[in-house]
């Protein structure tokens, strides 16, 4: 796929617990917007990060730079609570069709 690319975030807990139930990893609003313009998405987009694929959502509580990720995400894909992590990105396109 061409659609595939890398970024360096600094890895953040989660604004608050009520994100847990998301199930999904966040970034700051403005950073979303400018990866999804990077990796050429009107849709979804996902990341890649230790062979576990999470989902991309935006969030403006979440610092510039960073990537929220919940404490059982972070034992699941052995990260720890500080430093970067390099994460891949893809963006799924969905197809709607009418029945007629």
Do not use: H, W
Request: with cysteine.
């Amino acid at each position: 796929m061409d659609n595939k690319y890398k970024f360096n975030l600094k890895i953040a807990s989660l604004p608050s617990v009520d994100f847990v139930y998301e199930n999904a990893l966040f970034v700051n609003a403005e950073d979303y917007q400018l990866m999804k313009k990077k990796v050429n998405s009107e849709n979804l987009f996902f990341a890649k990060i230790r062979n576990f694929i999470f989902l991309i959502k935006p969030n403006e509580k979440v610092e510039k730079g960073s990537i929220a990720i919940g404490k059982v995400f972070r034992g699941m894909i052995a990260l720890s609570g500080t430093g970067n992590v390099d994460i891949d990105c893809k963006f799924l396109t969905i197809f709607i069709f009418k029945n007629e």
